[in-house]
């Protein structure tokens, strides 16, 4: 099922992911004379320069891996305050011309509205990486309370981030292992007995067996190097992260060569 990019959505997750950026920036400066903070600023760092990227706010994304890197790599208090104020700099001149967040989270929508931007994502990761995926849904009208929403579209923008950059092959390589050029994503919802399941697949390359017992330690990545999309060995540890602020949990598995399929689990509210 192909989504289409619903204006308002797209716009009140433009402002909210502008405000998450506020929030990691203030963390960062926070961690400055608080080094306890530093590995949660390093995660909140990390995940809204995934989210920022996708927007196509590539300036701002690329001041945030900047900063990401400077922090990673222990850098001394000037040079994370210059970091930090042409981060600063940028997100003003970007939230100066956006609409605003729409206000109050009570009440649910279509959990498609935790997927709107993922075509993007996979579209711009994939051009970037010179691969070729494709994305199917079921299940995405199922309706979810705005409360849970927020931290299940950063956790989901981690995994679908996961799919494409460590599981999906190139064309060449899918095509040497006889498999489709063009790679497959699917993210599959289900409600059954109180539980909200979501289910992020891929026919990718699966998880190597070393990686499969610690994926979601931190420090933990697949990539070789560093870049804008992967390296830091942060992102399946935030998105276990995001599921347990909600009392859910994350289960992986994985049959090497032939894909991943990471799974969401979460108990519904039951009340108000």
């Given at each position: 099922?192909?989504?289409?990019?619903q204006?308002?959505?797209?716009?009140?997750?433009?402002?909210?992911?502008?405000?998450?950026?506020?929030?990691?920036?203030?963390?960062?400066?926070?961690?400055?004379?608080?080094?306890?903070?530093?590995?949660?600023?390093?995660?909140?760092?990390?995940?809204?320069?995934?989210?920022?990227?996708?927007?196509?706010?590539?300036?701002?994304?690329?001041?945030?891996?900047?900063?990401e890197?400077?922090?990673?790599?222990?850098?001394?208090?000037?040079?994370?305050?210059?970091?930090?104020?042409?981060?600063?700099?940028?997100?003003?001149?970007?939230?100066?011309?956006?609409?605003?967040?729409?206000?109050?989270?009570a009440?649910?929508?279509?959990?498609?509205?935790?997927?709107?931007?993922?075509?993007?994502?996979?579209?711009?990761?994939?051009?970037?990486?010179?691969?070729?995926?494709e994305?199917?849904?079921?299940?995405?009208?199922?309706?979810?309370?705005?409360?849970?929403?927020?931290?299940?579209?950063?956790?989901?923008?981690h995994?679908?981030?996961?799919?494409?950059?460590?599981?999906?092959?190139?064309?060449?390589?899918?095509?040497?292992?006889?498999?489709?050029?063009?790679?497959?994503?699917?993210?599959?919802?289900?409600?059954?007995?109180?539980?909200?399941?979501?289910?992020v697949?891929?026919?990718?390359?699966?998880?190597?067996?070393?990686?499969?017992?610690?994926?979601?330690?931190?420090?933990?990545?697949?990539?070789?190097?560093?870049?804008?999309y992967?390296g830091?060995?942060?992102?399946?540890?935030?998105?276990?992260?995001?599921?347990?602020?909600?009392?859910?949990?994350?289960?992986?598995?994985?049959?090497?060569?032939?894909?991943?399929?990471?799974?969401?689990?979460?108990?519904?509210?039951?009340?108000?």
């Amino acid at each position: 099922m192909t989504i289409a990019i619903q204006e308002d959505a797209a716009d009140n997750h433009r402002a909210e992911v502008l405000a998450d950026v506020r929030r990691a920036i203030e963390a960062v400066e926070a961690a400055r004379d608080n080094p306890a903070g530093r590995d949660r600023a390093l995660r909140d760092l990390h995940t809204v320069k995934g989210a920022v990227g996708f927007l196509g706010l590539s300036e701002l994304a690329g001041a945030l891996h900047e900063l990401e890197g400077v922090m990673g790599r222990g850098g001394d208090g000037l040079d994370v305050a210059h970091r930090v104020s042409e981060a600063r700099r940028l997100l003003d001149s970007e939230s100066d011309t956006g609409p605003p967040a729409a206000t109050g989270l009570a009440g649910e929508g279509a959990f498609t509205q935790c997927l709107w931007w993922a075509e993007r994502m996979i579209g711009q990761i994939s051009t970037s990486l010179g691969k070729e995926a494709e994305l199917s849904i079921t299940g995405g009208d199922l309706r979810i309370d705005n409360k849970s929403r927020a931290a299940l579209t950063r956790a989901l923008q981690h995994l679908v981030r996961n799919a494409i950059v460590h599981g999906i092959e190139t064309p060449d390589r899918r095509s040497a292992l006889g498999k489709p050029r063009c790679g497959a994503i699917a993210i599959a919802v289900h409600r059954t007995g109180g539980l909200l399941t979501v289910e992020v697949s891929d026919d990718g390359a699966g998880l190597p067996d070393e990686l499969s017992a610690r994926v979601f330690q931190p420090g933990v990545s697949g990539a070789a190097d560093v870049s804008l999309y992967a390296g830091r060995g942060i992102g399946l540890d935030v998105a276990l992260s995001e599921v347990a602020s909600l009392g859910g949990r994350v289960e992986a598995r994985s049959t090497p060569g032939l894909g991943a399929c990471f799974t969401i689990i979460v108990q519904e509210p039951t009340g108000p």
